[in-house]
């Protein structure tokens, strides 16, 4: 009796677990094929930039200093491009980082969520916590950073 209860216990927690298993893998595949897409994606939109530009890979691999042969499968969605190399297919094709990292699944479509640069003055400004020379500071730094209209 104590054999069988064993047994029918042991086999439903190989159930359980086998079950754990292939939810987790379910969970991992999934995860998998997103990536995958988004490299894929990435590709296509880097390789519609380039023929847009009227570049050829070689010329591209030139201006970015990587080899013709990682573009190619780069565009082919084969690889996960580091930020340097991402920097420097932007640079070249004339295309805002942001965007290239947007497509690649690093930043949201919008871009990352800043408040306005009224509002971050404002905060400076009001701020009770700070002397006047470190607003003075502060506005400094931050207005040096601003494009100037």
């Known amino acids: ?18 079950g754990v298993r292939r939810r987790l893998g379910e969970d991992a595949r999934v995860g998998e094929e997103r990536a995958h897409a988004e490299l894929a994606a990435l590709g296509a939109f880097i390789r519609a930039q380039r023929v847009a530009a ?33 920097r420097a297919i932007a640079d070249a094709l004339g ?8 497509r690649a699944g690093v930043l949201d479509e919008d871009g ?4 306005p640069p009224l509002d971050t003055e404002r905060a400076i400004l009001h701020d009770p916590g700070l002397s006047e020379p470190q607003r003075f500071a502060l506005l400094s730094v931050y207005r040096s950073f601003r494009p100037r209209p």
């Open 95 to 102: 295309v805002p980082l942001a965007t290239l990292l947007a």
């Open 112 to 115: 990352p969520a800043t408040p």
């Open 54 to 86: 009227r570049r050829s890979l070689r010329d591209l691999a030139e201006a970015t200093g990587v080899s013709h042969a990682y573009l190619s499968q780069l565009e082919r969605g084969r690889h996960e491009p580091s930020l340097r190399v991402l």
């Open 1 to 18: 009796m104590a054999i069988t209860r064993l047994r029918v216990t042991e086999a439903l927690a190989g159930r359980r677990v086998r």
